[in-house]
């Protein structure tokens, strides 16, 4: 079945950090870059990040850029969103996409 | 950053009539502008890309259109369950405020 499951979501205070894990199946994952996308609660969508198939193009949000990174590893099929600094701006629904597959999300809590 | 601008914000319609949904880019990004629908409590789903293509499964009533800076998002007689969030985004990267199509 094709599909991306995200994990890695919770409750963090600000200043944290959180990494997000985002696994592909179904689909020669390396041939595709991958985005993630987030939606504050009752917001609409923001990109966050894209990173190409091979890893070699990493792309960021200005709003995210110093403070994310993300990665990928083709051998997992896998990508994750390393958030540090963490601010309660960033509390969000946090989707894995690839235009036309998206994940169901995983929510990302910034409070004290 | 190139920055996406929609209009309007909102658009009430009662089904079987006609959805024009406008998207403006900031700067030229040729024809790299997908249309996207949200419904509440679901993920996005893909209807347009490289601004007149329909995705895999979409209805022929979804028509894209456009090229630069200006683009638009047609849908021909509304049925009941295109009322949604309606999002343009420059393929891979910044989305629009989005269009919020509700029932008049």
């Known amino acids: 079945e094709v599909q991306l499951l995200e994990s890695g979501g919770g409750l963090v205070q600000p200043g944290g950090s959180l990494r997000l894990s985002c696994e592909a199946s179904g689909f020669t994952f390396s041939s595709y870059a991958m985005s993630w996308v987030r939606q504050a609660p009752g917001k609409g969508l923001e990109w966050v990040s894209t990173?190409?198939?091979?890893?070699?193009?990493?792309y960021y949000a200005d709003s995210v850029k110093g403070r994310f990174t993300i990665s990928r590893d083709n051998s997992k099929n896998t990508v994750y969103l390393q958030m540090n600094s963490l601010r309660a701006e960033d509390t969000a629904l946090y989707y894995c996409?690839?235009?036309?597959?998206w994940g169901q999300g995983t929510m990302v809590t910034v409070s004290s | 950053e190139i920055v996406l601008t929609q209009s309007p914000a909102t658009l009430s319609l009662s089904p079987g009539e006609r959805a024009t949904l406008s998207c403006r880019a900031s700067?030229?990004?040729?024809?790299?502008l997908a249309w996207y629908q949200q419904k509440p409590g679901q993920a996005p789903r893909l209807l347009i890309y490289?601004?007149?293509k329909r995705a895999t499964g979409i209805p022929a009533r979804f028509s894209g259109s456009g090229s630069g800076t200006d683009f638009t998002l047609t849908i021909s007689n509304l049925e009941p369950e295109d009322f949604a969030v309606y999002y343009c985004q420059q393929q891979g990267f910044t989305f629009g405020p989005g269009t919020k199509v509700d029932i008049k």
């Open positions: 996409a690839e235009d036309v597959l």
């Open positions: 990173i190409s198939g091979s890893g070699g193009s990493i």
């Open positions: 490289d601004a007149s």
């Open positions: 700067q030229s990004i040729s024809t790299y």
